[in-house]
Nanobody, 122 residues
Framework: QVQLVESGGGLVQAGDSLRLSCAAS????????MGWFRQAAGKEREFVGS????????YYADSVKGRFTISRDNAKNTMSLQMNSLKPEDTAAYYC???????????????WGQGTQVTVSS
């Protein structure tokens, strides 16, 4: 079982950068694939990026490629999402997730954090 807590959200201007962190507790963090998802008000949950167990492979949604970078530090039980060149359309609640399957399908993730709000103004 994994418990996840996101942090780092806030209000920023378009073009700014922000780094989100996900702190995990549990014995088997390193055995899980991890992902970041977001959900804007009134919209469906959207895949942002994922990373495999060892941190050697990443996968991103087209909307964030080249701007967002996901990473993990299994020794510290942490995962991060570096967000650069933020746009107003990036405004959403961001969630970290852990699952047994690497990829973009949210149904494959078993554990979720409470989320952290990112708001990007023009």
């Amino acid at each position: 079982q994994v418990q996840l807590v996101e942090s780092g959200g806030g209000l920023v201007q378009a073009g700014d950068s922000l780094r989100l962190s996900c702190a995990a507790s549990g014995r088997t963090f390193s055995t899980y694939a991890m992902g970041w998802f977001r959900q804007a008000a009134g919209k469906e949950r959207e895949f942002v990026g994922s990373i495999n167990l060892s941190g050697t492979r990443t996968y991103y949604a087209d909307s964030v490629k080249g701007r967002f970078t996901i990473s993990r530090d299994n020794a510290k039980n942490t995962m991060s999402l570096q967000m650069n060149s933020l746009k107003p359309e990036d405004t959403a609640a961001y969630y970290c997730a852990a699952g047994r399957v690497f990829g973009s399908d949210s149904v494959r993730y078993d554990y979720w954090g409470q989320g952290t709000q990112v708001t990007v103004s023009s």
